[in-house]
């Protein structure tokens, strides 16, 4: 089996890379290590930039996101009795956040991809990849199969084969936090609003908005922390206490996890005819929301780069996108990192510190030139 471009992983990244690539006319197969159900229940992020939602529409895959999704231009910051709107979309000349939660998303992409009958082998993980093969292990099957292609697309997020393969190569720069956040989806009766960043002597909560029913919530915890740590009451507890209000008994509270919180960045995003897209080759923290967005735009560059590679001619049409978008992964993950640490920090109880984000905080809400310069950077402008 031959195509020209082997997609491992039916993620944001991979999936927005298909369809571009299906609509320039380029041949590519898709290889998703799990089923379609799991992909499409699988609630992630929710935070679509201005810039990301541009992209989609340009391909015509957010109608979607643009009919059922709703849009955010401002946050809550919270500490002590304040409450302080940043309204960032009055500083970025209208431009905001639209919330789409990822499963949906990826179930749009993968309905737009197979629609035009594109091919998505789900129950393939890839196995091992070289710069023309691709490795797939089918389902019940005793051997492995071989796909040759001339690109390989590494987009099978942090935990894929592509990154892993790929790491020797180029190198790879990581960074673990101290602390770890617990994050549930939660239903409270009566509907969910904007988010919320709280800055609480006990440690950070969170609130984003996902659905007109869900939010996701985050809360800062130690690093040993377990899941069995924080029984429902408990999240319950906490967020009511750090947010500054009670969340009703009846919130229904749903895919509970403890999240360690690390960066990390791959040395270079391609090796030969292999690149990596999205989380293969770039982690950041939930803080600033810039992760799925930079998996979106990492699948834009790299199809029209081949784009023009098949059309004109272009040569090695790898290493700009490569240099490219690692140079943008970098600005993320300094904006996540500076995110991260304006709200969270591994010393809850130490008066200092927190003395020095709630400056920072307020430094934020009441300089207009720095406010601006956030608002830009938050919105992906
Ligand atoms: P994904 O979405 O992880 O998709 C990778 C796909 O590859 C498959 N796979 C394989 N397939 C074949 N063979 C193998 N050997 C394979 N190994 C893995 C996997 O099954 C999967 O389908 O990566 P991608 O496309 O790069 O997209 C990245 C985003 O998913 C990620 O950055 C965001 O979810 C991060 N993130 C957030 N990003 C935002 O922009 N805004 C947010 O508000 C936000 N909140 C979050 C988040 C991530 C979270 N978690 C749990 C990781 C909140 C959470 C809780």
Redesign the pocket.
């Known amino acids: 089996v031959r195509t020209q471009v082997v997609v491992?992983?039916?993620?944001?990244?991979?999936l927005v890379l298909a369809n571009a690539l299906q609509q320039a006319g380029i041949d590519c197969v898709v290889?998703?290590?799990?089923t379609r159900r799991h992909?499409v229940n699988r609630a992630?992020?929710?935070?679509l930039e201005h810039r990301t939602v541009e992209l989609l529409r340009g391909l015509g895959l957010a109608d979607g996101l643009l009919a059922k999704g709703s849009r955010r231009s401002s946050c809550e910051f919270r500490w002590d009795d304040r409450r302080v709107v940043l309204r960032y979309g009055e500083l970025t000349g209208g431009r905001e956040h639209h919330v789409y939660p990822?499963q949906h998303l990826v179930a749009d992409l993968l309905d737009a991809f197979t629609a035009h009958g594109g091919t998505v082998l789900f129950s393939?993980?890839?196995?091992a990849l070289s710069a023309g093969t691709v490795t797939l292990w089918p389902p019940r099957a005793v051997a492995p199969i071989d796909i040759g292609c001339d690109f390989v697309a590494g987009?099978?997020?942090?935990?894929?084969?592509s990154r892993r393969t790929l790491h020797e190569h180029v190198g790879l720069h990581e960074r673990s936090y101290p602390f770890g956040w617990v994050?549930a989806l939660i239903q409270p009766p009566g509907g969910t609003d904007e988010v919320v960043y709280a800055l609480h002597p006990n440690g950070f909560a969170g609130r984003?908005p996902r659905t007109a029913t869900t939010s996701?919530c985050y809360l800062q915890c130690a690093t040993a922390d377990q899941v069995r740590d924080w029984p429902d009451e408990r999240v319950r507890d906490e967020l009511g206490r750090r947010l500054g209000e009670a969340l009703p008994v009846r919130a229904e509270i749903a895919e509970k996890s403890v999240?360690r919180l690390r960066s990390s960045m791959v040395g270079g995003m391609t090796h030969a005819n292999v690149a990596l897209?999205?989380?293969?080759a770039h982690l950041v923290t939930?803080a600033g929301?810039?992760?799925?967005?930079?998996?979106v735009q990492d699948a834009v560059a790299l199809a029209d780069g081949l784009r023009v590679h098949y059309r004109e001619g272009l040569r090695d049409p790898l290493p700009r996108y490569g240099r490219e978008r690692l140079d943008k992964a970098w600005l993320a993950q300094e904006f996540s990192h500076w995110m991260l640490d304006l709200i969270s920090g591994p010393e809850p109880g130490d008066p200092f510190a927190r003395n020095l984000r709630l400056a920072r905080v307020r430094r934020l809400l009441e300089s207009r030139s720095f406010a601006t310069a956030f608002a830009r950077t938050y919105v992906g402008m």
Do not use: S, W
């Open positions: 491992i992983g039916a993620g944001p990244a991979g290889a998703e290590r799990e992909v992630r992020a929710g935070m990822q393939h993980p890839a196995v987009c099978d997020g942090f935990h894929g084969i994050t984003m996701r999240m897209l999205g989380d293969a939930p929301a810039k992760g799925m967005n930079l998996a």
